[in-house]
């Protein structure tokens, strides 16, 4: 199987009103779950295929201040299995500095001064996937060590479902799982198209193999 898929999805979190909670799917069973707080997620996965994924991970956003009386949005990561966290800080929207530790897991990109403008976290960037009214826009997100888009493909309805195909694409910085560096995915989110549109499963996919996260 292709390991990326499990931290390339495990790095769109989400901003939510409420609490939410999906589980996670990979080749016909539920291989761990996934929780939105409000501005945190907590996920947790105890059967990843091969033990590709097990661990848990949490992300957050917030209003910080910092040392110099300055206010600044950060946004922090930690995985507890990979022993890596992540600290964004953003000022006025602009990126401004970013720390990766251990720092051998820093990239060209986990300098701020190389992130182009524009950009948001994985923690917005799934919010828009969440909270999408339609198909999502397209945007960019950082997540410390590199930028990707996420643009739409295609768009269907069927038995009182939206669908909504997009495209996954590292755009600057390294592709996922080295040395192989995969910088393209497919992405597909589905939604209720009667009534209130709600999220209902959100895929990721390489080639024949498919992470599903499922309300």
């Known amino acids: 199987m292709r390991p990326f898929l499990f931290p390339l999805m495990l790095g769109l979190m989400a ?4 609490a939410q909670d999906f589980s996670l799917n990979f080749g ?19 059967s990843g295929p091969m ?6 991970f949490e992300a957050s956003v917030r209003n910080v201040r910092l040392e110099t009386g300055e206010a ?12 890596r966290t992540i600290s964004v800080l953003y000022k006025d929207g602009v990126t401004t500095e970013t ?18 403008a524009g950009v948001v976290t994985p923690v917005e960037a799934f919010d828009q996937l969440v909270n999408a009214k339609g198909c999502p826009n397209d945007l960019s997100f950082y997540d410390g060590r590199r930028v990707i ?19 996954y694409k ?6 996922h799982l080295s040395p192989l560096f995969i910088k393209r995915a497919s992405l597909q989110a589905t939604y209720t198209a009667v009534g209130s549109q709600q999220l209902l499963k959100l895929s990721v996919s390489s080639g024949p193999f498919t992470l599903d996260v499922v309300r």
Do not use: M, W
Request: glycine residues 14%.
């Open 149 to 167: 888009s996420i643009a739409r493909a295609a768009q269907s309805e069927n038995a009182g479902r939206l669908i909504c195909d997009l495209t």
């Open 28 to 46: 016909g069973g539920v291989i761990g779950h996934l929780r939105f707080d409000g501005t945190t997620l907590q996920s947790s996965v105890t």
């Open 170 to 175: 590292v755009t600057h910085g390294p592709g």
């Open 51 to 56: 033990g590709v994924g097990n661990g848990k």
């Open 99 to 116: 720390a990766v530790s251990p720092a051998n897991d820093r990239t060209a990109l986990s300098d701020a001064a190389a992130v182009p």
């Open 15 to 18: 901003i939510s009103a409420s």
């Open 72 to 83: 600044a949005f950060q946004y922090l990561s930690f995985a507890p299995a990979k022993g």
